[in-house]
């Protein structure tokens, strides 16, 4: 609310490609929570048809946002320009946003056999403690 607040009353507008992108990355987001609920609910792992739990589509989407964003602030536009700070921050947030839907995936399909064997697992603490503590 912080961010729109912010858009509305300064009477911002993005561009069109940087509207396009929030919508599209906006999509991936909902998409993710609607597979991670799904999962969820069924606990049964043909959900993840489609879905990595190592790099989701939100993960690989997002840099490319970033470049054609900075590429438009590169061509002196100025809608991305006033826009710059409030564009990063949504993409931003809703990267955080499909975060823990996806974290919390990774007990069903771990119980399903569904995860790669590149997630760390180990027996083995991971820090030592100094000595005499």
């Given at each position: ?35 991670a ?39 002196g ?13 949504v ?40 000595a005499?503590?």
């Amino acid at each position: 609310m912080e961010l729109a607040t912010k858009k509305i009353r300064n009477r911002y507008a993005f561009s069109p490609e940087g509207m396009a992108e929030l919508r599209a990355f906006h999509g991936l987001v909902l998409d993710n929570c609607g597979w991670a609920e799904r999962l969820h609910h069924t606990r049964h792992p043909r959900w993840r048809a489609g879905w990595s739990p190592r790099r989701p589509p939100c993960a690989r989407r997002r840099p490319r946002q970033a470049d054609s964003h900075y590429a438009r602030l590169r061509e002196g536009r100025m809608e991305s320009i006033e826009t710059s700070s409030i564009h990063m921050d949504v993409i931003r947030d809703l990267k955080r946003q499909s975060t823990p839907p996806r974290l919390g995936a990774y007990p069903i399909l771990e119980a399903a056999g569904e995860l790669a064997d590149t997630r760390l697992k180990t027996t083995q603490p991971l820090m030592r403690a100094p000595a005499g503590s």
